[in-house]
């Protein structure tokens, strides 16, 4: 049987959980890697997919004799097979964060459940840690984006705006391997860099801007997350003080990260750090990635985070001083046993782009 | 008072219901304007939006004092607060379409709920008709679209890829006033225009091949929604034959609709015309749209679907001959008293991409 299911069934089985609905799209895909539309069924017997005339024959081509999956054209479904999957189940798992108050009673008309168990989060869990094959499709993402910084970095020219240059990056990424982005792409410039979800805007590139990227795209599905910050023919003291503090933080943070830590006290000393300097903490310092651009857990001191070897993190300190400028510097990174690797390479050095290349 | 919220309270009033929780991030858009996270409460004395930090000051600064609604930073709530909101209703309704299983379980245990009632539906019924506003926006989508059409048909040279091409086609309206692209960019060329809902791919443009198109864009929110076939070089006779079938379907449909017609008798007619020439329908003859691409009603027999003067509908028939080719022809149109108007107005003859026009 597929491994991931295998996994799944044994945790389930510790909790008296012998059937499970998976219907949140993700999971289904970390699971069996299937991206059709449908509904993953996890009875005592069997493991089913349920989706449609559209995609029954990419699924049925897409599955091997070793996943132990079965697929079913939903048109070819009685009421009385709807009925019969889970009927010798005590126990019966479903993603309560996911399904809707709606679905929720249309799963109890639809098929014989006992009873019916919240399980969110348990698949999401096992994500936490990587196999190979996800670590590698991340590194592939991870590389695109390092390559897409280069490219942008040629390709930027005052007078541009905001937008241009962000789907510039998006077109980079989308036909240099990526299958999708990660999340919408950040391009800040001037003042706007000062928000952390600031939306790329017509506004144009000038003399002496500060830009902040935050960008990373997809590769079979797994997510890239990646920030810099570039200055447009020159760079202040206090932006070189600010971008000076939050590189120290990267460091900081990220030398210390390794397998079995447990992140409170670190992030503490980092928290601490921004009060002696009066920075406010705007966000987090990092998160698991994926599958999902954001995943459990997340870093900060309020939660005990505990890192496991092969997990998938950002760094990413990040100092905003509204109405003038903010700086954040982030890499998407792995954990190992002694210590950690940086899958986005990119220099962090202060790069500031010269008016002859500009112009 | 909001005229939308006051509508929507009398007919929540004609249920029984004097408190709703509005959670759909959409349909708040639709009655306040506002695009900020948050929840919208309707309780028998006020409109509230509770939002976060990230939102609070942008809400307060957009919303007037007609609107008659409050906006709260949830910071500043405490138990007793969310507790009274509903206290005196007898019957409060909330999204169960929407809702998570596990939302609805914090929402019984934050707010004081005498009676939870589902009311999914309620406000998207009355998104079906739009007013001026709303209509104006989507014309202003619609002008985008038609000119982004316009600008590709001179962009496109052999040798391109589909998803260059549809790349282009997204810088392109996200340049020239779109806030969003109505959804993923269909640009199929070849065989892979028999497949409706085809994503493109790297296959380059050759002479002889047809290129399907489907796209659209926003504009404050709401979409335009369009599709066409270029034919570069020369067309078939099969191709031609198709062509006209469709185009013909397109004219029998849309010259019937106005309003208060029951499409179902028309579009029963234009299934047999399908059927005499051996084709299959693969999806409906359309939807309407508005804030959503894809919104209630959908033009498809089964369904007892009265129009009213101004809706707006995408009419969209296709033929589709697996690994062959397909066409689609498709507009955004508003249905008026005694007809419908397009809003898409790009021409429908054959359109062919010279030789001397692409090398």
């Known amino acids: 049987m597929n491994p991931k299911i295998r996994s799944l069934r044994n945790q389930m089985l510790a909790k008296g959980i012998n059937g499970m609905i998976v219907s949140n799209p993700v999971n289904i895909r970390y699971l069996t890697g299937l991206t059709a539309e449908g ?31 079965v697929a079913f054209d939903v048109r070819d479904l009685s009421t009385a097979d709807y009925e019969s999957y889970f009927n010798d189940c005590e126990n019966v798992g479903f993603e309560e964060g996911y399904v809707t ?6 799963y109890l008309a ?24 996800e670590i590698e499709n991340c590194k592939k993402a991870c590389l695109i984006t390092d390559k897409a910084f280069d490219y942008i970095k040629e390709y930027i020219k005052p007078g541009q705006t905001e937008k241009e240059i962000a789907l510039e990056l998006e077109r980079y990424m989308k ?22 979800h600031a939306v ?12 902040q990227f935050d960008f990373g795209c997809k590769v079979n599905g ?25 590189l120290k933080e990267y460091d900081f943070i990220s030398s210390k990260l390794r397998d079995g830590l447990c992140v409170k006290e670190v992030l503490k000393e980092a928290e601490e750090h921004y009060s002696e300097e009066g920075y406010l903490l705007l966000h987090s310092f990092g998160h698991n990635l994926g599958l999902d651009i954001h995943e459990e857990p997340v870093l900060a001191s309020r939660y005990e985070t505990k890192l496991k070897k092969n997990m998938l ?23 190992n046993k002694d210590g950690s690797n940086n899958l986005t390479k990119s220099g962090k050095a202060v790069c500031i782009l010269k008016k002859t290349e500009i112009y």
Do not use: H, W
């Open 110 to 133: 639809t098929y014989r459940i006992n009873n019916f168990v919240e399980t969110d989060g348990l698949i999401e869990l096992n994500r936490f840690v990587k196999d190979e094959e």
């Open 200 to 211: 790329p805007t017509d506004r144009k590139i000038e003399e002496k801007d500060i830009i």
């Open 101 to 106: 108050y709606e679905k929720y009673k249309k």
């Open 39 to 69: 509904t993953l069924l996890l009875t005592s017997k069997e493991n089913i997919f349920l989706t449609d005339s559209r995609y029954i024959e990419a699924v049925n081509s897409y599955l091997t004799i070793d996943q132990e999956i």
């Open 175 to 196: 036909t240099n391997g990526a299958d999708d982005l990660s999340f919408e792409t950040i391009v800040a410039s001037g003042p706007n860099s000062s928000m952390p």
């Open 222 to 246: 797994y997510c890239s997350d990646f920030s810099r910050v570039l200055f447009v023919g020159e760079i202040t003291d206090e932006q070189k003080r600010v971008y000076d503090f939050v």
């Open 313 to 335: 993190l950002t760094v990413e300190p990040g100092v905003y001083l509204p109405g003038k400028f903010g700086i954040r510097i982030e890499d998407t990174i792995l954990i």
